[in-house]
Nanobody, 122 residues
């Protein structure tokens, strides 16, 4: 099992940027597909972005494509989510997750961080 810890959330104005980090321990990050999900109050957890084991493939939700960028540094055992041009509707708790399988379904991911709050508001 890999343990995941997110950081980098906070309050930002519309149009601003944040970079989330996901630090992994217990097992090599390169063993996993890494993904980011988010959950707003009263809504289901939704897929944001995923990156394959060595970073050759990415997948993004339509709502964030062109604004968010997922990346990973396997030697540093860390994954990232760069979020630009943030909108109020991006407000949610953001979770990083790890899976042995390539998927955008949260059901496939069995390793989760505790989440970090992102609030976009003026």
């Amino acid at each position: 099992q890999v343990q995941l810890v997110e950081s980098g959330g906070g309050l930002v104005q519309p149009g601003g940027s944040l970079r989330l980090s996901c630090a992994a321990s217990g097992r090599a990050l390169s063993d996993y597909v890494m993904a980011w999900f988010r959950q707003a109050p009263g809504r289901e957890r939704e897929f944001v972005a995923a990156m394959s084991w060595r970073g050759s493939s990415t997948n993004y939700a339509a709502s964030v494509k062109g604004r968010f960028t997922i990346s990973r540094d396997n030697p540093e055992n860390t994954a990232y989510l760069q979020m630009n041009s943030l909108k109020p509707e991006d407000t949610a708790v953001y979770y990083c997750a790890a899976s042995f399988r390539w998927s955008s379904s949260p059901a496939v991911y069995n390793n989760w961080g505790q989440g970090t709050q992102v609030t976009v508001s003026s």
